[in-house]
Every structure is written in structure tokens, then in C-alpha cells.
């Protein structure tokens, strides 16, 4: 057995090399052989074998590095110094194998608090995808259970749409849930927009039917307001009749509905358009009308300025037989304007009649006649009570006369005697 130069051994203290090649390094006291090279020198078979334990030294000190910069979980690095671990038991390598295994057994230490702490984040981690997911899935199943009719369905689709490529993110950027409980919630999901689909099949199929009978319903009333074209402005009535039936007649689809309400306006139009071809002949013929009308107006100026009530309404009776006979007028509104000039000049009239029937209303003049008498007399006798009082000197019986005398002249003055 050959032992190392004394420069060789303190160059490689954990490794020697016997004359036949074999290579031993030293665990403690006690070494241990971990390979051969006889075709070499020994300074050349201890460097061969310490390049092997440096290059398990270099893999310990990628995993600390790997440790102290973080990123790689703590799992994966237990498994990978789970493998070097391997490799440095028994390793056929000469160098300092403790201390290394010391440094991989500190590693593993760490490691292993490490890993329980992931596993705790894991589980929290789970835990909340879960209520995640659960919150997607109350979601969908609560537009599920509305009722189809209540639905706005266009919105709808496009919260189902965004519900769904939430659960594609969450699925594909989450922690992976237990397969049981995954598969549970996606069955909740998908169970919940199969209903959601099936409804929404259901309300469109029952719409188009609605379209369907909308837009027979429609065609057959614009063929209808179509057919009154030859009545004119005489069919405006049942034209009328004919929209208050449209407007409770449904939809049938913007498209149509728009290509219908333009073939039934078109319709309206022509009954209406001849209205107004009439009314414009109405107001033409009407010139000669109102010019007449007009002079009439100026001859009832005349009316108030009549001080002979029975020739005032000789007058008017004339003029307002005349303006019959005259006709209606075209515009309305000139119409109106000129009948409320007219009908002033016949209210003040009336006025004027009506009072004068209250001052020679026999049966008033009569009442007023016999209070005149009682008055006299009353005046008579209150004179002649004064007429006494005086001569008897009583001055409260002659004060009390002359007021009871000065009232009934009073009242007399008001009767107008």
C-alpha cells in the first residue's frame, strides 16, 4: 500500500491511493475504498475522484442557492436533496463527505419547515379556490332558477359568457381542487348553464312564434289600411280604428316591424294628405267668406253705440242672420277668432237688455211704487209727530222724529222719489 507524498496529502487530507491504484478517503478514522484507477499516477487518481465530490459539493451548493433565492418550492427541493442525498451515500468520491452531508442534513432541516408551511398556504390556498369557484357557480344557478319570462336575455348571455371564461381562468391560473370536490362544482356549473341553454332555446322558439304572429297580424292590417286608399279622408276613422288594433298587435322583429309600419303609414298618409288637400280647398274657398264676415264685424261696431236697445238688436238680429247664412270658415282658428268677436258684441247687448228689463220689470216698478207710498205716509206722520214735539218743548221726542223722518226720506231718495 502506497500513502500520498506528504504534499499530496496535505493537498487531498481525505483521500489516499495503495500501489495498485486502489482509492480510499477517510470517514473519521476510518477509510473506505471508492474505486481503482491503475492506469494513472496517484496524484492524478485522487484528482479524479475529487472532481467527483466536487461535483456533488457544486449540486448541495445549487440547492442552498436555489433555497436562499426562492421561487422553487420547497417540495421540489426536498425531492432534489432527497436524490443528492443518494448520490453522497457511499459516494464514490474523496473529499470531506460529513461536512457535505452535514450541509445537505441543515438544507433537508429547512426544507422540511418549509414544506409544512407550503402545505399550510396550499391548504388555505385550496380552500379559497374553492369558495371561489362556489362563488361562480351560486352565480350561474341563480340565473338558472329565474324565471325564463323575467329574463332580459341578450345581458343574460353575456354574464353566463364571462361566468364561464372566469371558471376557464380560475381553472387554468388556481391551485389544483381535490378531484372530488372539481368535479362536483363543475357538474353544478355545467347542470346550471344546461338549464340556462335550454330556457333560452325555449323563450326564442316561443318569440319567433310571437314574431310569426305579430307579423300576420300586421300584413293583415296594412293590406287593410291599404284598401280604404279610395275613401279618402273619409276613411280616416277606420283608419284610426285600424292603428289602436297595430299598436296591440305585437312585435314581429325590428326588420319587419319597420318594412310594415312604413307600408302602413303610407297608408295613413294618403287618407291624411287628402284631408289636407281638402282644407287647403276649404281655406281658398274661404277668402270671400271672411272678407264678408269682416264687414260684418264693422257694421255690429255700431251695436254699443246705439242708445235704442230695441233698434240695437234689430240690428244685430240682422247681421247674425246674415252671418249664418255666410256659412263656416276655413282656417278654424280664423273661424273662432271671428265668432268671438261677434259674440262680444252680443254679450254686451245682453247686458245692456237685462238691465234695462230689471228697471221696467212691472212687477218691480209696482213693488216699488206701493214702498214709495208707505214711505210718504210714514214721512207724513213723522212730520206731524215733530210738528207736536216741538210745540211741546220735548226735546228727545223731536231728536228721535227727526232721525225716524231723515231715514224714511233717505230710503225714499233711494227708491228714486
Do not use: C
Amino acid at each position: 500500500m502506497t500513502s500520498p507524498t506528504p504534499e499530496s496529502a496535505e493537498n487531498q487530507p481525505w483521500g489516499r491511493v495503495d500501489d495498485d491504484g486502489t482509492v480510499s478517503v477517510r470517514e473519521g478514522e476510518q477509510w473506505r475504498v471508492v474505486g481503482q484507477y491503475p492506469d494513472g499516477t496517484p496524484e492524478e487518481a485522487l484528482a479524479y475522484f475529487a472532481r467527483k465530490f466536487a461535483d456533488l459539493a457544486s449540486e448541495v451548493s445549487l440547492l442552498e442557492v436555489r433555497r436562499r433565492r426562492g421561487g422553487a418550492s420547497a417540495s421540489d427541493l426536498r425531492g432534489a436533496a432527497r436524490a443528492v442525498r443518494e448520490r453522497l451515500t457511499d459516494a464514490a468520491a474523496v473529499g470531506d463527505l460529513a461536512a457535505l452531508q452535514g450541509r445537505l442534513t441543515a438544507l433537508e432541516e429547512t426544507l422540511s419547515e418549509a414544506t409544512a408551511e407550503e402545505a399550510q398556504a396550499q391548504r388555505a390556498a385550496v380552500d379559497a379556490a374553492i369558495a371561489e369557484r362556489e362563488t361562480i357557480v351560486a352565480a350561474i344557478e341563480a340565473i338558472a332558477a329565474k324565471d325564463p319570462r323575467s329574463i332580459q336575455w341578450k345581458q343574460t348571455t353575456t354574464e353566463v359568457a364571462d361566468l364561464f371564461a372566469r371558471w376557464q381562468d380560475h381553472q387554468s391560473s388556481g391551485p389544483r381542487l381535490p378531484k372530488a370536490v372539481g368535479q362536483q362544482l363543475w357538474k353544478r356549473f355545467r347542470d346550471a348553464r344546461a338549464i340556462i341553454d335550454k330556457n333560452r332555446r325555449e323563450f326564442y322558439a316561443g318569440l319567433d312564434e310571437q314574431h310569426k304572429s305579430a307579423r300576420d297580424a300586421k300584413t293583415r292590417l296594412a293590406e287593410r289600411a291599404e284598401a280604404l286608399a279610395p275613401q279618402g279622408e273619409d276613411g280616416i276613422a277606420a283608419y284610426r280604428a285600424l292603428l289602436d288594433q297595430w299598436k296591440s298587435a305585437g312585435r314581429a322583429g325590428k326588420k319587419v316591424d319597420d318594412a310594415l309600419w312604413a307600408r302602413f303609414k303610407a297608408a295613413g298618409d294618403l287618407l291624411y294628405s287628402a284631408r289636407i288637400d281638402r282644407e287647403a280647398a276649404d281655406v281658398e274657398a274661404s277668402k270671400e267668406k271672411i272678407d264678408a264676415k269682416r264687414a260684418l264685424l264693422d257694421e255690429a261696431a255700431a251695436v254699443p253705440k246705439e242708445r235704442d236697445i230695441a233698434k240695437a238688436r234689430a240690428v244685430l238680429t240682422g247681421i247674425q242672420r246674415r252671418w249664418d247664412e255666410i256659412g263656416r270658415v276655413f282656417p278654424r282658428d280664423t273661424e273662432r277668432g271671428l265668432d268671438d268677436q261677434l259674440r262680444k258684441v252680443e254679450t254686451s247687448l245682453k247686458q245692456r237688455e237685462d238691465e234695462d228689463w230689471k228697471r221696467n220689470n212691472p212687477e218691480t216698478k209696482a213693488r216699488q211704487n206701493d214702498m214709495t207710498s208707505q214711505l210718504q205716509d210714514a214721512i207724513t206722520k213723522l212730520e206731524d209727530e215733530l210738528a207736536a214735539a216741538e210745540a211741546g218743548g220735548d226735546k228727545a221726542a223731536i231728536a228721535q222724529a227727526k232721525d225716524a223722518l231723515e231715514a224714511r226720506k233717505g230710503w225714499l231718495r233711494a227708491l228714486g222719489g
